[in-house]
């Protein structure tokens, strides 16, 4: 099973970016699928997630700029980032969840806001 990231960057505050997570040994469309980031010297923290039947949790930090979206036909999951804050900097990792709660992470994508 893999979960691979990419999309990761440099941006200015107030830039977009877009992260996408594919899926490989697993149907994603069994999965809840989420979106993690740990900044350095800080915990991991939940940013959101999308269930199955496609509804989508957002953490109040990113509320109204982040969207989650998932394509079970490609076994894809995607993070769009609009008005990027230097506090947005982290490693944003791919999370994996089935029914039994066993998780699947990604080996992350570093995003770094700065001017």
């Known amino acids: 099973v893999q979960l691979v990231e990419s999309g990761g960057g440099l941006v200015q505050p107030g830039g977009f970016l877009r992260l996408t997570c594919v899926a490989s040994g697993i149907d994603i469309s069994y999965y809840d699928m989420g979106w993690y980031r740990q900044a350095p010297g800080m915990q991991r923290e939940f940013v959101a997630q999308?269930?199955?039947?496609?509804?989508?949790y957002i953490s109040d930090a990113v509320k109204g700029r982040f969207t989650i979206s998932r394509d079970n036909a490609k076994n894809t999951v995607s993070l769009q980032m609009s008005s990027l804050k230097t506090e947005d900097t982290a490693v944003y990792y791919c999370?994996?969840?089935?029914?039994?709660?066993?998780?699947?992470w990604g080996q992350g994508t570093q995003v770094t806001v700065s001017s």
């Open positions: 999308i269930e199955t039947g496609g509804k989508a």
């Open positions: 999370n994996g969840l089935r029914p039994d709660h066993y998780e699947y």
